[in-house]
C-alpha cells in the first residue's frame, strides 16, 4: 500500500517537474525565438528626446519657440520626488522593486479579463515597459508585442539605473495639448515650473498618460477630477502623502490654463513676427530642419524689444497714411455666413474662425469685427475679445469713414470682417468712438543694425506678419534706386576722385540693343559743370552715369559686390542708377560699412546659438579678449579686445562719402524730412514711375533702412518719393533710437587735411572763408588736390536737344566755370524716358 501511495505520488511529482520543464523550455524558446531580432535598447542610454527650441531677446526674455513636438527636457534630478510619486502611484507602484515586468500586475490583468470575459481589458505594464514600446516598440495590444516588451525591459533595467529610466519616461510620455514630457506639461496646464506644482497639480499630471484625450481639462472635467482623487489617494497609500496632506489636496478644484485660470504661458509670449521667423529661416538652412525643431536649441538674439515697436509702428503708420489718402476701400475679402449673425454666441464663435491680422497695434490694438447691420449714419458691429457698454457702443459713426470714395452703401455689406480699433483722447485717454481701418495693400521693410558689430536690432517685413509672412526686408529683391548711388561715388574717390571734382551734368544719349537710352535728373533740368558733392546732395542722374563712365562700371560692380550688395553686378551704366534688384538686408548692412569708416560686419540677428547642454555652437562676436583670463591686471586697466575686421575701404573715402551724405540730410533730397539731434548722413531712393521708394540713413551708432513699394511693383503715384515716403519712417524710429543709442560726430581718419571749397562751383577758398555755400572739404594727406578740371565720362552732347538753363528760363546763357572757363548752358530740352533704376 505504502509503496503504490509512494508510487503515485512519485508519478504526480514528475508529471509537475516534467510538466515544469516543458513550460519552462517552452518559455525560454518563445523569449528566445522573440528575443533574436529586438531593436537594441542600448541607443536608449544615448537618447536625446526632441526637445523645444527657443529664442529669447537681449533682456532674456522668451520671443519665441519652435518645436515639431513641445517638450522641454527635465534632467531626473530636476524633477521634484513628488511629480515622480504622482506617476510611480498612478501607473508602477512597485517601479522600484521590479525587475522591468511586475508579475503580480500581469496575473491581476489576466484574471480581470477573464472574469469579465474579454470587457475588461486593461494593460499591466511596468514603466520601464512603457518605456520600451513608446521608444522600440508599437502601441499595440498584441501578445507578441507584451512578449517583447518583457524582454526589452529585463534588458534595460540590467543597463539603465532606475533613475535613468524615470528621466526617459517623464520626457517622453505624451500628455495632451501638443505636450511631451511632464516639464512642457507643467507649463502647458498650469503655466508653473515642476518646482511649483502642488500635490493635486502633480497628480493631475500623473492621470493623463492612460489617455489625455479622455481626460480633457474642459470637456471631461469631472472624469480627470475623479482620475485626479484616485492617484491622490495611491500617494496616500504608498505613503507619499500624509493624512492631511491628501484630504486638503482631494477637495482641492481642478483648476487649469484650459479652465482659465492661469494665464497660458503662450499668451504671455509676443506675437510671431518677421524677426524671429526670418531666424527660425536662417537657422533652419544653417543646422538643418531636424535640430533646429528638436534640437532644444537655446538662441540669444539681437532683438532690441522696445526699438521692435518703434520699428513696427513707424513703418505701419507711413503705409496706412498712404492707403488711406487713396480713399478706396478693399476690406479683409472675408465674411460670416447670415446664419452665424443670428446671436452674439454665433457670431462671436464664427468670427473666431475667420482668418485675419490679430497681430496688429497701431495707435491701439485693432480688432476684427463683423458687420452686423448697415444704418443710415453707422455701421453696427460685433467686435472681438471686447465686451459691448452703454459707453463704448459697437457702432462706426458715418463720418469717421467719410475718407472713402464712393456711396457709402456700397462698400459694405452685412457679413462683412472688418478692423477696428479704439480711439481716444491723446491727454485723457478717454474713450472717443470705434474707429475703421483696413490693413494697407501696399507693402515695405524696414530694418536697423549697430553700424560696429552688425547685430540687427528691429526688423519689420510688412505691416502685419500674420497678414503676410512675406519678409520685405529679407526676401523681396526690389530696384534700390538712387539708393545705390554711393557706391559709384566710392568707387570714384578710391579712384583719384574728390568731392571736389567737377562732372558735367548735361544730356547723355547711349545706343542698346532695346533703344536709345536717355537718362534724366527728376527736375527734368540739367546745371552743367558741378561738383561731386552736389551730384549726391542733389541725386543728380547725369553725373551719375558720366561718373560710372568715367570710372568703368567693372570697378562700380566690384565695389557693389564687395560689400555684399550684389552677388554679382552687370556691367550695365543703367545699374550706376540702382536698376538691378537687391534686398533691404543687404542694402542697409552695406551702409553700415560707409558708418563705421570703412570696416566690413557682417548682419546677424543671432548672438549665441547653445545646444540644449549649454555648449555654444554659434557666436557672432569673434573678437579677441587678448586679457580676459589674465588673472593679475590691473584694477585700473580694461581688457584689451583685438579686433580682426577687415577693411572694405579707405578710411578717408568712407569719411568723403559720409560727409557727401550728411549734405543730402542737411540740404539734400533729404532735408525736409530728416532732423535728428546728432549728425546724420544717408541717400535717398527713388525708381522710374516711383514704384520703389527708399531711405538709408545712418549716424555713429545706428544704421536704418527703409522702402516702401506694392508686392506687384506699380507706381505709388505722382509725387512719390524716398525721402517723402520713407524719410519720416526713418525719423520717426531714429528719433526713439538716438534717444537710447546716443550719436556723436563721424571719425575724423588722421589722414585727412581739410580745404574750403564753394559747394556750388568746387572752387577753392581761402581759410578764413565763410557763407552758405563754403564747405570744408577732407582731402588725402600728402595728395595735392587738383581743381579745375571736369569730366564728362566721354559723351558727347547729343545734337537733338535743346538746352535749358538751370533756373529754367528758355534762352541760352554763358556761365564761367570753376576753372575760370566759358561754357554755354542752354535751353530747355526734350528728353526720352528713362527705362529703369533711380530718379532721385
Keep these: 500500500m505504502l509503496r503504490f501511495i509512494l508510487s503515485f505520488f512519485g508519478g504526480i511529482f514528475s508529471v509537475l517537474t516534467l510538466g515544469a520543464m516543458i513550460i519552462a523550455l517552452s518559455l525560454g524558446a518563445i523569449f528566445w525565438i522573440y528575443g533574436r531580432d529586438l531593436p537594441s535598447h542600448e541607443s536608449l542610454a544615448q537618447y536625446r528626446p526632441p526637445t523645444i527650441s527657443r529664442i529669447y531677446s537681449t533682456e532674456g526674455r522668451i520671443i519665441d519657440e519652435f518645436a515639431k513636438e513641445r517638450r522641454l527636457f527635465a534632467p531626473a534630478e530636476e524633477i521634484p520626488d513628488l511629480v515622480k510619486q504622482a506617476f510611480i502611484s498612478a501607473e508602477d507602484k512597485n517601479f522600484y522593486e521590479h525587475q522591468g515586468y511586475d508579475l503580480r500586475g500581469i496575473a491581476s490583468a489576466a484574471y480581470d479579463a477573464v472574469r469579465s470575459r474579454g470587457r475588461d481589458v486593461r494593460g499591466a505594464s511596468t514603466i520601464t515597459q512603457q518605456v520600451m514600446k513608446n521608444f522600440l516598440l508599437s502601441g499595440d495590444r498584441q501578445l507578441e508585442r507584451k512578449i517583447k516588451e518583457i524582454i526589452l525591459a529585463t534588458r534595460l533595467e540590467a543597463t539603465l539605473t532606475k533613475e535613468e529610466i524615470l528621466e526617459l519616461y517623464m520626457n517622453e510620455i505624451y500628455l495632451g495639448q501638443n505636450s511631451y514630457g511632464v516639464a512642457a506639461a507643467s507649463q502647458t496646464y498650469f503655466n508653473k515650473p515642476l518646482s511649483d506644482l502642488a500635490p493635486h497639480e502633480a497628480a493631475f499630471l500623473a492621470s493623463l498618460p492612460k489617455a489625455p484625450s479622455d481626460y480633457h481639462p474642459v470637456r471631461r472635467k469631472e472624469r480627470l477630477t475623479q482620475r485626479r482623487d484616485f492617484v491622490l489617494k495611491e500617494m496616500f497609500e504608498n505613503g507619499y502623502l500624509t493624512d492631511a496632506v491628501y484630504k486638503q489636496e482631494v477637495a482641492q478644484p481642478l483648476r487649469s490654463v484650459q479652465n482659465g485660470d492661469f494665464e497660458s504661458f503662450q499668451a504671455q509670449l509676443p506675437p510671431r513676427d518677421y524677426f524671429t521667423d526670418e531666424i527660425r529661416r536662417q537657422l533652419q538652412d544653417d543646422f538643418g530642419e531636424g535640430e533646429f525643431f528638436s534640437g532644444g536649441l537655446t538662441i540669444r538674439a539681437t532683438l532690441d524689444p522696445e526699438m521692435q515697436v518703434e520699428a513696427a509702428e513707424a513703418l505701419r503708420q507711413q503705409l496706412e497714411q498712404y492707403d488711406r489718402g487713396l480713399g478706396r476701400w478693399r476690406g479683409s475679402g472675408k465674411k460670416i455666413a447670415a446664419d452665424n449673425l443670428n446671436s452674439e454666441e454665433a457670431w462671436r464663435a464664427a468670427l473666431a474662425d475667420v482668418r485675419v491680422a490679430r497681430d496688429i497695434d497701431l495707435e491701439s490694438v485693432w480688432h476684427p469685427a463683423v458687420v452686423l447691420g448697415i444704418e443710415d449714419q453707422q455701421l453696427r458691429l460685433g467686435i472681438e475679445g471686447v465686451t459691448e457698454t452703454a459707453e463704448e457702443p459697437f457702432v462706426v459713426p458715418r463720418n469717421d469713414i467719410s475718407w472713402i470714395k464712393g456711396n457709402f452703401f456700397d462698400n459694405f455689406e452685412v457679413g462683412d470682417v472688418v478692423h477696428v480699433r479704439r480711439m481716444v483722447e491723446d491727454g485723457s485717454g478717454a474713450f472717443i468712438r470705434w474707429t475703421l481701418r483696413q490693413v494697407p495693400q501696399v507693402q515695405g521693410g524696414f530694418m536697423a543694425m549697430d553700424v560696429n558689430t552688425g547685430r540687427v536690432l528691429a526688423m519689420q517685413g510688412g505691416f502685419s506678419y500674420q497678414h503676410s509672412v512675406f519678409n520685405r526686408a529679407t526676401q523681396a529683391k526690389r530696384q534700390p534706386g538712387s539708393s545705390f548711388k554711393p557706391f559709384v561715388y566710392a568707387s570714384a574717390l578710391d579712384s583719384g576722385y574728390t568731392p571736389a571734382t567737377i562732372i558735367v551734368d548735361a544730356p547723355i544719349e547711349i545706343n542698346t540693343p532695346q533703344g536709345v537710352w536717355r537718362p534724366k535728373n527728376a527736375s527734368n533740368q540739367f546745371y552743367g559743370p558741378t561738383p561731386l558733392r552736389t551730384g549726391i546732395e542733389r541725386s543728380r542722374n547725369l553725373m551719375t552715369v558720366r561718373l560710372a563712365q568715367e570710372v568703368g562700371m567693372n570697378v562700380v560692380a566690384s565695389y557693389a559686390e564687395r560689400f555684399g550688395v550684389y552677388d554679382h553686378l552687370q556691367h550695365v551704366l543703367a545699374n550706376a ?229 538751370p533756373t529754367g528760363g528758355s534762352a541760352s546763357r554763358e556761365v564761367t566755370t570753376s576753372t575760370g572757363k566759358k561754357a554755354i548752358v542752354g535751353p530747355k530740352a526734350t528728353f526720352g524716358s528713362m527705362s529703369s533704376g533711380g530718379l532721385y
Design 577 to 805: 542708377l540702382g536698376s538691378q534688384e537687391t534686398t533691404l538686408f543687404q542694402m542697409v548692412a552695406a551702409y553700415a560699412m560707409f558708418a563705421n569708416g570703412g570696416e566690413r560686419v557682417e548682419p546677424t540677428l543671432v548672438d549665441r546659438v547653445q545646444d540644449r547642454y549649454g555648449e555654444t555652437l554659434y557666436r557672432h562676436d569673434q573678437r579677441v579678449c587678448e586679457d580676459c583670463a589674465d588673472p593679475s591686471i590691473a584694477a585700473n586697466r580694461s581688457p584689451r579686445i583685438t579686433s580682426n575686421r577687415e577693411r572694405v575701404m579707405n578710411a578717408v573715402t568712407a569719411y568723403q562719402l559720409t560727409s557727401m551724405m550728411e549734405g543730402v540730410v542737411q540740404r539734400g533730397t533729404a532735408s525736409r524730412v530728416v532732423n535728428l539731434s546728432v549728425p546724420t548722413a544717408g541717400k535717398t531712393g527713388t525708381t522710374n514711375d516711383a514704384k520703389d521708394v527708399w531711405f538709408i540713413g545712418f549716424t555713429s551708432n545706428i544704421v536704418a533702412g527703409c522702402y516702401i513699394g506694392y508686392d506687384q511693383p506699380r507706381s505709388l503715384g505722382r509725387g512719390a518719393s524716398g525721402g517723402g515716403f520713407c524719410g519720416p519712417v526713418f525719423q520717426r524710429f531714429m528719433t526713439k533710437a538716438v534717444e537710447k543709442y546716443g550719436g556723436a560726430a563721424f571719425k575724423v581718419p588722421d589722414a585727412c587735411q581739410f580745404i574750403n571749397i564753394d559747394r556750388t562751383t568746387g572752387a577753392r577758398l581761402s581759410d578764413s572763408a565763410r557763407g552758405e555755400n563754403v564747405v570744408s572739404e577732407c582731402f588725402r594727406q600728402g595728395e595735392e588736390p587738383i581743381f579745375g578740371i571736369q569730366f564728362d565720362g566721354g559723351f558727347a552732347m547729343g545734337s537733338n536737344f535743346d538746352l535749358i538753363s
